[in-house]
């Protein structure tokens, strides 16, 4: 007849004193399998006992823990196998991706330039300013092991992030990428979830409708500088950013008072079934007499700049001067 173990007790515990090298094991008879290993270093508890395939194998429960404190964790991991997970090996896995993604590897970061490299996002037109949004807006998770990056952990940084506008726009462009990257097991499932930051409207003390008196005093400071001349062509124009700053001398025709905008730097925002249908054109928009002014002062400019520098200043944007 095997010999009964008896429980531990806190007060024996405490009376193990252990020189210096050596090791005291002792088994706890109140919770079979539960074990602790006394040293000069502390208590290292484990619990030894089968797993689901009958394989019989020594799980971590904790170091330096109350008698108390190691039966309940003991405890809670025991139900844990019986329902067939690997607690120990769960943890080991999160500590090699967290070294790995110290070297760059399984980072959230990396998956982003996967997707956009090699993945379903290289073909996008628009791929260049996607990756940086989307790196922008989650900086913070960049180096993060990818798969160990919740859907709270992105809600929170799109919700705290700065412009609202933005980080829905980099929610837009995460989701494709997570589905692409949760198949392949790269990342959680779940990310589809991930809501748009509510944007605030004139009355929650958001932008402002620019009225005419308080353009009547923006528009004199935007004389000069590198982002002057672009903040006035799209006032005058209700052009977007991207379309102001790409824009390149032969787009203008000053005789006329023409603008053109080539078909693929705009922003298509038409359906799916009329961009299948129905090729789009190039935006043609009428200048004020203000904006044919000022873009025949910067051309003068460009060309007395020009020969001396060989440098064209709107071929990196209407908003560079030099």
Request: glycine residues 10%.
């Amino acid at each position: 007849m095997p010999k009964r173990i008896q429980p531990l007790t806190a007060k024996g515990l405490d009376a193990v004193r252990p020189r210096e090298g050596e090791v005291v094991e002792l088994g706890d008879g109140l919770l079979p399998g539960l074990r602790v290993r006394i040293s000069v270093g502390g208590r290292f508890w484990s619990l030894n006992i089968r797993n689901t395939s009958g394989e019989r194998r020594r799980f971590d429960v904790g170091a330096n823990l109350t008698l108390a404190e190691a039966r309940r964790r003991a405890e809670t991991l025991k139900q844990e196998i019986k329902r067939g997970s690997d607690p120990t090996g769960d943890r080991r896995e999160a500590r090699q991706r967290s070294k790995n993604a110290k070297a760059g590897i399984g980072t959230f970061g990396s998956v982003i330039e996967a997707y956009f490299d090699r993945g379903d996002g290289r073909a996008l037109r628009t791929k260049d300013k996607q990756v940086a949004l989307v790196r922008h807006v989650f900086d913070k998770h960049l180096d993060r092991a990818a798969i160990d990056i919740a859907v709270q952990d992105l809600q929170l940084a799109a919700d705290e992030h700065q412009s609202a506008s933005s980080a829905g726009r980099a929610i837009g462009y995460l989701k494709p990428l997570a589905r692409w990257a949760a198949k392949r097991g790269l990342m959680r499932k779940g990310f589809q979830e991930l809501e748009k930051p509510a944007e605030q409207n004139a009355q929650d003390g958001g932008n402002t409708v620019l009225d005419c008196e308080t353009l009547a005093r923006v528009l004199p400071a935007l004389h000069d500088g590198h982002h002057g001349p672009a903040a006035r062509m799209m006032l005058w124009t209700a052009t977007r950013l991207d379309e102001v700053c790409s824009a390149t001398w032969d787009e203008f025709d000053l005789n006329t008072g023409i603008w053109t905008i080539a078909a693929g730097r705009r922003k298509d925002t038409r359906s799916r079934t009329r961009k299948k249908q129905v090729p789009t054109l190039p935006h043609v928009i009428p200048l004020p007499r203000q904006a044919t002014l000022m873009l025949k002062v910067m051309r003068d400019r460009a060309n007395g700049c020009h020969s001396a520098c060989n440098i064209d200043p709107l071929s990196r944007g209407i908003g560079v001067q030099n």
